[in-house]
């Protein structure tokens, strides 16, 4: 078994965090099994440094030693162009020149699970429009999902314990896999990532679940292997909400400065005993 953990590095890790990676942590230790980090810094405007450093000293404070070195998306950008490539070869792929206001502008922008699905405005453009305006214009890559759906069929992926889930990546439209800033978005560099770092488990939040739809399709698209998915009930805290980076309270560099000890809290996170006022919820 092979377990990760993956912090965005753009703010303090909180409780929720904790939770999530005493799961993951200790579902591989039980197992006899591997337990990584993975540093999701592939925002380059977002992420900071000292963010790195201070969940490396939280995981540590809690107890909760890792394998190897941790990776870093930054340090792989150039898998990513590689998997997008591929798809655009296979020309399931196409450059998108919209900006937040023209999505919003149009009439026929429902949402989905990711927020707006994308109404396809440049979904169809010739090929002599797409040069002309790749040349002048920033742009992101976007999956034609309803074509990549009809190369791979109908797709499902397992719940540990609970059997097979249909996934419905259409729900999501037409997703972003390469951003204007940076050559890849959260859904296809963790579905590369998880399937080069070897996880065979990946344990998150139940945020996450419509995503692994998502990641679902890129596995069939990018013949990568599918792991097994726990996702975790969230922590949250007194007004009733998820935790966010913003709740100062609740992370545990606070917490750690309040002489709270780390592997007793991670002990007590592990059972379901969360501090007071806190609690978990399915979304
Ligand atoms: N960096 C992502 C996050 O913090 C990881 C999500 C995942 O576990 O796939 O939300």
Redesign the pocket.
Known sequence: MLTRF???PTGDLHLGHAYSAVLAHDAARAAGGQFLIRI?DIDGSRSREDYVAASLADLTWLGLGWDGEPLRQSARLGNYVAALDTLRARDLVYPCFCTRADIAASLSAPHGPSGAIYPGICRDLSEAERARRMAAQPHCWRLDTARALAVVGDLAWEAQGQGMRPANPLAHGDIVLARKDAPAS?HLA?TLDDAAMGVTH?I?GAD?IAATDVHRLLQALLDLPTPLYRHHALVCGPNGKRLAKRDAAASLAAMRATGVDGPTLAANLLAGRLPTGYSLQMP
């Open positions: 993956a912090p965005s999701d959260y963790s990946v998150r996450l």
